[in-house]
Structure formats: structure tokens, C-alpha cells
């Protein structure tokens, strides 16, 4: 099996609530990971990816919401960033479909979502605790 995802305290935001989330989701990405490189059956990849991306979406959904509720600023650009990752994902279901899957789309697609996880929680979502912290949510 080829790189993993590593978990680091840097990940977590000091609010269970979140970081069990997040921890949560940082493991099913790992899970679909390790499935894709495992050579496992389409139908298989796809159960795999329909996983992750049901976690993704109930994660998105419930830090969507916070932003709504807590009117936090930058919601859009933040959204837009939630929005882009989703599109990878459905990028890699058609390729999946399609039998256009090789090592150097995984490798790519592990690049995208190594990169994806650091950028958008080390900055986006900092930028968001921040804010619920500045105006006393928490």
C-alpha cells in the first residue's frame, strides 16, 4: 500500500465536537485509500467512494451550517473550496466508471487530497475557528 494520510495535532481545533469530525473524516479518507490502492473490484472503489464522499458531505453540511448560523464572513469562498473537492471526487468517479483509472491518477488523486486536507483545514478552517472563538461562540 503507498502513503497514507498521518494524522497530526495540528489537525485539531481544541473543540471535540470538530475535531471528532474532522478525525473521522480524515480516517474514511484514509479507508478509500487504502481500498484504491488495494486493487480492489470497481464495484468495490465505487462503494469505497460513495463512503467517503457521504462523509465529506455530512462534514461539509454540518461546518456549512456553523458558518450560517455564526454569519461568518468568508462562508463563500469557503464554500467554494468544499465545492471544488466535491467536483474532484465526482472527476474521479467518472474516470472510475470510465475504466480510466491508473497509478498515476492515483498518485494524483492522493497528491489532491494530501494537499486539499492541509490547505483547506490548516488555513480555511483555522481562519473559521478563529472567528467562532473572537465572537465568544465557544
Request: aromatic residues 14%; proline residues 0%.
Amino acid at each position: 500500500m503507498d502513503k497514507m494520510l498521518i494524522w497530526e495535532s495540528q489537525y485539531c481545533v481544541g473543540l471535540e465536537s470538530i475535531d471528532a469530525k474532522r478525525k473521522n473524516l480524515f480516517d474514511k479518507m484514509n479507508e478509500f485509500l487504502s481500498v484504491l490502492y488495494s486493487g480492489n473490484t470497481l464495484q468495490e472503489l465505487l462503494k469505497a467512494l460513495d463512503n467517503l464522499e457521504k462523509h465529506i458531505d455530512d462534514y461539509f453540511k454540518y461546518e456549512e451550517s456553523l458558518q450560517i448560523r455564526t454569519k461568518f464572513l468568508a462562508y463563500h469562498v469557503h464554500i467554494k473550496d468544499h465545492d471544488e473537492f466535491r467536483y474532484k471526487l465526482s472527476e474521479l468517479r467518472v474516470q472510475l466508471e470510465s475504466n480510466q483509472i491508473n497509478k498515476t491518477i492515483i498518485l494524483n488523486l492522493q497528491h489532491n487530497i494530501d494537499d486539499w486536507w492541509k490547505n483547506h483545514i490548516l488555513y480555511w478552517d483555522s481562519e473559521f475557528i478563529k472567528y467562532i472563538f473572537s465572537i465568544g461562540l465557544y
